[in-house]
């Protein structure tokens, strides 16, 4: 089985000279990993920012979107003016027919916005001092 987080980390180490910090760990209590704050297993720095970055498999995307979403943590994060991106992952076909494969991400980006100006983007039904969340699926490079 591949390792998601280590093939982010090492993408986002080369892509965007990012410097990449662990912060899901093994409880060996309850017997599961535990992110930072529910919401991130690793954080970068980059382009003069810092990033919560949540790390899934394309079959899982849909309902670690919905983790996200529903945890009041990440206003908070995202109201600070840092960025919060969930990042899946998928086996893609190099060539039509063939047997190759190549990993590819997938990225949501979350941010805020007033809820008054959202009008037909998708968004969080959390509304904190006029505010929702908002997110975008960054396009592929």
Known sequence: ?????QKTRDWLKEKYKAIVGNVEYWNKHSRKSQDLFNLFDLV???????YGIQVTSDKNFASHHKKMVQNDILWYWLDTEQFAWLVAWRKKKIKRGGKAYKWTPKIREYY??????????????????????????????
Request: glycine residues 0%; charged residues 30%; proline residues 0%.
């Open 1 to 5: 089985m591949t390792n998601l987080k």
């Open 112 to 141: 805020l916005m007033d809820y008054r100006e959202v009008k037909d983007l998708e968004h969080s039904e959390l509304k904190i001092n006029n505010q929702v969340i908002v997110w975008k699926d960054l396009k592929k490079s």
């Open 44 to 50: 970068a720095i980059f382009n003069h920012s810092i």
